[in-house]
């Protein structure tokens, strides 16, 4: 006997990104933000000047990497269960990418889901982390390896909150923006050579250009089957870096930074990038203080650790390399001894 549940239906996920001054946001329901001290002490106020809701409430973890875990999940749901939110409640992820990331899958798990919306205030979760319904956390195995696609209900996008960002954490942000420039538009590249990114329209100018790439590729690709994974240029060398240091000597977008001269190397050795244009690339990372290598310790320890990367399955590790600039390959036929190669020419640099 044979029972079958028919669930084929159409979800529309659909959701506008906003990019300007915050907007004021009205929900008729419980309001939950997420944010961290940091961000709080700058710009909790403008937020609440802005939200109109029956019941707000302010939940705040400590800012890091580190601190994305399951346990500070536990934490923040344990919190929304005290303020009795249900099902018809909102989360606001109010931050930078961390806890856009951790927003969206405390919200994805919550009453089995509930909706979010993101604010991000730093330049990375603007132009990257925000957009996609990507969440999770990290664990003692690698970076993201548990969470969910949860798509927010919106996005908004305000570059004032921009206006207290470090320079570091800026030059990150920047990081992710050339990520997609190589990879995708290269066009858009020549004018990241050409503009400097510290001046606020050329900045306007590249968050619009680079949310437009983000949006695309999420609409072509939402749960990474495929072209979504080019996103990750950079990611799975960094992400190896990111587990090494414990999530505490680099930010995210300085390890992408580094993990994009990385596959730029590999690229050139595999005949998919010429040196020039990889040192263009590396060229224009410089020019925002990013960091561009890495010592390697352990050749065989950081190669193994590729395996852990979502992308890669079984025996074969996923690696996304320019094809030149503007264009990208996702291939899984490198050989392990051309890795490894590439892998010692970063062994005992310094960084």
Same mark, same amino acid.
């Given at each position: 006997?044979?029972?079958?549940?028919?669930?084929?239906r159409?979800?529309? /996920? *659909?959701? @506008?990104?906003?990019i300007?001054?915050?907007?004021?946001?009205?929900? /008729?329901?419980?309001?939950?933000?997420?944010?961290?001290?940091?961000?709080?002490?700058f710009?909790l106020?403008?937020? =609440? @000047?802005?939200?109109?809701?029956?019941?707000?409430?302010?939940i705040?973890?400590?800012?890091?990497?580190?601190? !994305?875990?399951?346990?500070?999940?536990e934490f923040v =749901?344990d919190?929304? &269960? #005290?303020?009795?939110? +249900?099902?018809?409640?909102?989360?606001?992820?109010?931050?930078g990418?961390?806890?856009?990331d %951790?927003g969206?899958?405390?919200a994805?798990?919550? +009453?089995?889901?509930? /909706?979010?919306i993101?604010i991000?205030?730093?330049?990375? @979760?603007?132009?990257?982390?925000?957009?996609?319904?990507?969440?999770?956390?990290n +664990?003692? &195995?690698?970076?993201? =390896?548990?969470?969910?696609?949860?798509q927010?209900r919106?996005?908004?996008i305000?570059? *004032?909150?921009?206006?207290t960002?470090?320079?570091?954490?800026?030059?990150?942000?920047?990081?992710?923006?050339v990520k %997609?420039?190589?990879?995708?538009?290269?066009?858009?590249?020549e004018?990241?050579?050409?503009? #400097?990114?510290?001046?606020?329209?050329? $900045?306007?100018?590249?968050?619009?250009?680079?949310v437009?790439t983000?949006?695309?590729v999420?609409?072509?690709?939402?749960?990474?089957q495929? $072209?979504?994974a080019?996103?990750?240029?950079?990611?799975?060398?960094?992400?190896v870096?990111? +587990?090494?240091?414990?999530?505490?000597?680099? $930010?995210?977008?300085?390890?992408?930074?580094?993990?994009?001269? %990385?596959?730029?190397t590999?690229?050139?050795?595999?005949?998919l %990038? *010429?040196?020039?244009?990889?040192?263009?690339v590396?060229?224009?990372?410089?020019?925002? /203080? $990013?960091?561009?290598?890495?010592?390697?310790q352990?050749?065989?320890?950081?190669?193994?650790?590729?395996?852990?990367?979502?992308?890669?399955?079984?025996?074969?590790i996923?690696?996304? =390399?320019?094809?030149?600039?503007?264009g990208?390959?996702?291939? #899984?036929?490198i050989e392990?001894?051309?890795? !490894?190669?590439?892998?010692?020419?970063?062994?005992?640099?310094?960084?």
């Open positions: 006997m044979t029972v079958s549940i028919n669930l084929k159409i979800i529309d /996920d *659909s959701y @506008s990104i906003q300007g001054p915050l907007p004021e946001i009205t929900y /008729d329901g419980k309001v939950a933000i997420l944010t961290n001290p940091k961000v709080a002490g710009h106020q403008t937020l =609440l @000047s802005r939200l109109k809701a029956k019941e707000v409430y302010i705040t973890i400590p800012d890091g990497e580190q601190y !994305k875990t399951l346990e500070t999940i =749901l919190r929304m &269960f #005290d303020h009795r939110l +249900n099902r018809k409640s909102l989360l606001v992820a109010f931050g990418g961390v806890i856009g %951790m969206g899958f405390t994805s798990l919550y +009453n089995r889901g509930i /909706d979010f993101q991000p205030t730093t330049l990375l @979760s603007q132009v990257d982390a925000s957009v996609g319904g990507k969440t999770g956390v +664990n003692r &195995f690698g970076k993201n =390896l548990i969470g969910a696609f949860h927010p919106a996005v908004y305000d570059p *004032s909150f921009l206006k960002l470090p320079s570091r954490e800026f030059g990150a942000g920047v990081a992710e923006i %997609m420039a190589v990879t995708f538009n290269a066009p858009f590249f004018w990241l050579e050409q503009n #400097d990114l510290r001046e606020d329209d050329n $900045l306007l100018i590249a968050i619009q250009k680079a437009e983000k949006a695309a999420v609409e072509e690709d939402e749960k990474e495929g $072209l979504r080019a996103l990750n240029y950079g990611h799975t060398f960094g992400h870096i990111e +587990n090494e240091t414990k999530y505490e000597t680099y $930010l995210h977008g300085e390890s992408v930074a580094i993990g994009m001269v %990385m596959a730029n590999l690229a050139c050795e595999a005949g %990038m *010429s040196h020039e244009e990889a040192l263009r590396k060229a224009l990372l410089g020019r925002y /203080d $990013l960091p561009l290598t890495y010592p390697i352990d050749v065989e320890k950081f190669y193994q650790t590729f395996f852990l990367d979502k992308k890669s399955a079984d025996s074969a996923t690696f996304i =390399l320019p094809r030149g600039i503007g990208v390959e996702i291939t #899984d036929n392990a001894s051309t890795v !490894k190669k590439i892998l010692t020419m970063f062994q005992g640099v310094v960084a």
